[in-house]
């Protein structure tokens, strides 16, 4: 039986190649100075979807949130496999916490089922910048969706239940939902494939509108808003045409009630951000000598932190 | 739920798992009773399982002045849905201004599942929480007595500290080990209120087919002296160092989770944001280069010792003693020493 699988992704910037230039003297980190790539965990979730779907039959839709760049994650997806990709984004869902962003979610992902009722929703356990793998479960609670967190591998579907392994920190689990029901996956998860050579070809020219109307800008100093948007509407329609055109939503077309996005919608405000500064206090400098380790553990011995 | 109830109690939601009680529980009372006091209001804990009243008389002696214990035959094992209406619940009726959870994967599945029921804030992973005022930028509105919510984020580069100036309960989830643990007091006494949670068949939307919990084969978080191994050991047979020096110590051994990683040692040993935080009165890291999120989790060690071929290595910003060497050649001179002294 095919099933109609979603996958929440999100692009991140890459916070293990933090350097000091991405952080700002004020402490705030300069997004821009980081190399912005696919949430890893996000990648499994994808993987899990794309596995299940040649398994079972059924579609494959990618929903990412964010500025027109987060394209990127959408066209990496369909060359990994997905079949259909769609990115929300609007300038109200900007300083969403995790509560609003979950809302967001939630309506994008009623949206794509009033044409297919969505079986399961797949997520990557938590992303790189924030870690705080809370968008998954809020976005369940407010879909009514049970969910399955920390999921490795799903066994079977069958009778409209999900038989999945979980770990659970302490060990592991098997459990069976109901479906439709919400996963999030972890990098225990199924391996994710390489974008295929094939299909790299045929999508690297897919784009939103949003990314369109920033090439056409740059590429038409001085030209009228009027003119920008014929070109913008032009090279839409021949990208619609041939199948490349990334579909691109508005909190108005998922019928996002405006009071529980963006900043209105966050409960949660960044009071201060301080970058970790390190202690620098100094340290006590040994000599790899014998004598010189003989006399630390003397004082470690002395003020009985050792014994 | 968006109104602030400046009389509302601190909640700490406390965890147990197939009848044990998690000791983050009973370190979040520690954190709650001092934010309780501050406010002046009452510290409760909220139990669920199959038994209770064995356990919510810990957590009256570790500093709860109530525990509201939900008992039903079904709630032995956790799994959300049944947990997260109960809570939700709860919150909705006794409205306490504050609710924490430890940061455990059962904390992190469940709080924000009751988080989004109850349309509060909630921030995740804190490593500390205060009460304080806020201004808030956009509205230049001030607001007293506030929880700081203060977490690390960015891949542990920046600590950020997190307000829910108006729309309530405030929640956080609080990492493992980086509260202090009371001490039981065995005269405490607290208000235990037992009751029955409404729950349907139809809310265990799971069946748990099977589980397997692996008991955990050290303790690091009890270790007075954690030697731990980093990449810079270099393989598995050369990890042996890092065991004889623990050895030598009676310390506990841990490790760097790229040490983990490379298959040197058993992730039950991992230090760090991923790992264990711990706070044992001496830390050696040893070829160790001091990631920030290695360093979350020992950073508030008493007495850390650093040993590492790379002098510029970020571990000996945190070390109060640093060897720049071979660690082939200073670990024997340090069992050495060690052996002739004790």
Redesign the interface.
Known sequence: MPYNLVVLVKQV?D??R?TGD??RDD???NRGALPAIFNPEDLYALELALELRERYGGRVTVITMGPPQACQVLRDSLERGADDVVLITDRRAAAS???AT?YILSCAVRKVGQEAPVDLVLCGRQA???????????T???LGL?????VESVEEIAGGRL?AKR????????????MP?LLTVTDQGPEPRPASAKRIMAIKRARSRAELQGEVAAAMPGATPEAVAAEVEKRAAALAARGLLIPQWTLDDIRADLQWCG?DG???????????I???SG????????EA??D???E??EDH??? | MTEPNRKGDVWVIAEQNDGQLHDVSLELLSKGRQLADTLGVRLAAVLLGAKVQEHAQRLVQHGADAVLAGEDNRLGHYQTNPFAKVVAGLVQKHRPQIVIFGATPVGRDLAPRVASAVRAGLTADCTDLDIGEHVEAHTNRKYERLLYQIRPAFGGNIIATIVNPERWPQMATVREGVMRMPDADAKRRGQIMRFTPDLAASDFALKILEHQSAVRKVNLKAARIIVAGGAGVGGKENFRLVWDLANALGAAAGASRAAVDAGWIDKDHQVGQTGTTVRPALYIAIGISGAVQHRAGMSEAQKIVAINADPKAPIFSVAHYGIVGDLNRVIPMMIDAIKKRV
């Open positions: 910037p916070t293990k933090i991405a952080m402490g705030t980190v916490d995790t509560l979950s790189i910048d924030g870690d705080t793998a809370q968008v998954p479960p809020q369940a609670e407010k049970p969910q399955v967190t920390y038989r770990n659970t920190g302490r060990g592991w689990e098997r459990v069976e939902a109901p029901c900043r966050s409960p949660t405000k960044v009071k201060r951000i301080q970058s970790v390190l202690k620098g340290f006590k400098k040994v000599e790899p000598t014998k380790v003989a630390m553990v003397h470690l011995i932190t050792i014994g």
